[in-house]
């Protein structure tokens, strides 16, 4: 597993072309969508360098729905030359609340995550592979957290395609 320090530095470049709209994604811009499986996008980097991917998805539910909010978005991403296979981070779009813990449901099992600024990720290797194999079986994933502002949200994601989306990491970043 990366260091949580390590996380925003090799993903910062990649996450923020997820943001683009999709004609801006290109070759040159540093990652290439390698195909929409359901509700994920799966993205690789393009050229050279140490390979990296990820599976996103955006929420189909986002409570309260009036708040301020950036982008929202949930990963799983691979760095091969890492040793990370399958890695959930999930931006929630403000700066969560210090001490705060991120609380993840799929079905009957719950997650706990650490905020660091505007992202959550799981802290143990055991929980994320547990974390993982609960969004393989399920059919939505359910975030709850608390603002910096005292503001507290709800994200519903849909787990459609999410199987499909890491056999296409599996194979772009073996």
């Known amino acids: 597993m990366t260091s949580s320090h390590t996380i925003p530095t090799l993903l910062s470049g990649l996450l923020l072309l997820w943001a683009l709209p999709a004609g801006a994604q290109t070759a040159t811009e540093g990652a290439l969508e390698t195909g929409k499986f359901g509700d994920w996008i799966v993205h690789r980097n393009a050229g050279d360098g140490p390979k990296i991917c ?3 998805t955006q929420p189909r539910i986002k409570e309260p729905a009036g708040a301020n ?3 929202i978005v949930l990963y799983v991403s691979a ?4 040793g990370v296979k399958s890695e959930v981070s999930i931006k929630l779009g403000y700066r969560i609340k210090p001490d705060s813990p991120v609380a993840v449901t799929v079905g009957t099992d719950s997650f706990q995550l650490f905020a660091e600024e505007d992202r959550a990720y799981v802290s143990d290797a055991t929980e994320e592979l547990k974390l993982i194999e609960a969004m393989k079986k399920g059919s ?3 975030v709850q957290a608390t603002s910096s502002k005292g503001t507290q949200t709800t994200d519903t994601y849909s787990l459609s395609g ?3 989306a890491l056999q296409a990491i599996a194979s772009a970043c073996p």
């Not at 760095?79 to 890492?82: A, C, G, H, R, S």
């Open 162 to 164: 999410l199987g499909q």
């Open 54 to 56: 990820f599976a996103a």
């Open 69 to 71: 909010r950036a982008k």
């Open 140 to 142: 939505k994933l359910v």
């Open 79 to 82: 760095w091969p030359k890492e």
